[in-house]
């Protein structure tokens, strides 16, 4: 929890509504300057436990909600997301019926800053997912879709003395983004567990786009970043699928800069994308042809005029 509390009342309702009962709710208050920690004292279930640390970011966090919990099965929710009635349910079902799979996740739902549904969301590919699709697609999509076998977390963990930090990590926190694509793809490199996902969006993931074309770079740094980490483990995996992968994340920027309105960036980001591996067209025509066609008419149209047109182009290569 980070100056989230305008949304984090409707976050926890979604976890205390679930209807798998058997769990706990560690919420790590990550030096959160708003009023986070009252809302979670508030509520009169025995089963939510506040804990309070200096800020360490989102990896942070998540490395110390791991480390409190006791649970075979570990959950994510980011503060501003909220989940399916359903979702604990399914996944536990999922993960009990496949001993092999060490990362179960779901499709996502987008919603608005007032937590409308956008109409558009992640549908990744469900099975037979290789490291290879890790690596150039993500498709657990965001941080909290996924259901993470204790024991697969058990397996990649770490300590890092040279930050100070003696305690069990299982993120990077020397990562402030990307931080999950870095920690999914070294489950993939350096473990057996498997991944595989539930087609049912099963998580709301709130969309805000102020800032993100601002950042772009910034997130693209972290790619990297996450890419060189991964290339100590495998380093002919990295060299063999690197220039798509990057290709892939170049069009998700392109996405995310148009999504923001900013047509210079959107540019810059396609452009880069095809000149990084233009196979991206073909193998994936419609999302980057609907993605290359919103980039050129918000470089043209009126803005009332193209805001008409996006959603709808949008929806189909969702």
Not at 87 to 103: I, Q, T
Not at 258 to 281: F, M
Request: charged share 25%.
């Amino acid at each position: 929890m980070y100056n989230a509390a305008a949304y984090l009342q409707e976050c926890l309702d979604s976890v205390l509504a679930q209807t798998f009962r058997d769990f706990e709710v560690i919420c790590v208050d990550d030096g959160s300057p708003d009023n986070c920690a009252e809302i979670i004292q508030a509520c009169d279930d025995e089963r939510v436990t506040l804990v309070q640390q200096r800020n360490r970011g989102l990896a942070g966090a998540r490395n110390t909600g791991v480390c409190r919990s006791v649970g075979e099965y570990v959950a994510f929710l980011d503060s501003d997301d909220r989940w399916d009635p359903r979702k604990l349910e399914l996944h536990v079902g999922h993960l009990n019926a496949n001993p092999e799979v060490g990362v179960s996740y779901s499709a996502s739902q987008f919603m608005d800053d007032d937590g409308q549904d956008m109409s558009i969301g992640q549908h990744p590919k469900c099975e037979d997912i290789s490291a290879q699709d890790i690596f150039c697609r993500n498709p657990v999509g965001n941080g909290s879709a996924p259901v993470i076998r204790r024991a697969t977390l058990n397996d990649i963990e770490f300590i890092r003395p040279e930050m100070g930090h003696y305690g069990s990590m299982y993120f990077d926190e020397s990562f402030r983004q990307s931080e999950d694509v870095e920690c999914w793809l070294r489950i993939a490199l350096s473990t057996k567990w498997k991944f595989a996902g539930l087609s049912e969006a099963l998580t709301w993931y709130r969309v805000n786009g102020e800032g993100l074309s601002a950042n772009w770079r910034r997130q693209l740094e972290s790619w990297e970043r996450s890419v060189e980490n991964n290339r100590k483990i495998d380093p002919a995996f990295i060299a063999k699928w690197e220039g798509l992968a990057r290709a892939y994340q170049y069009r998700y920027l392109a996405r995310r800069a148009v999504q923001s309105r900013d047509s210079e960036s959107a540019t810059t980001l396609l452009a880069l994308a095809y000149k990084s591996d233009s196979r991206i067209l073909l193998k994936e025509f419609t999302k980057t042809a609907v993605t290359t066609a919103c980039t050129l008419l918000l470089a043209t149209l009126p803005m009332n005029q193209y805001d008409r047109l996006e959603r709808k182009m949008m929806a189909i290569a969702a």
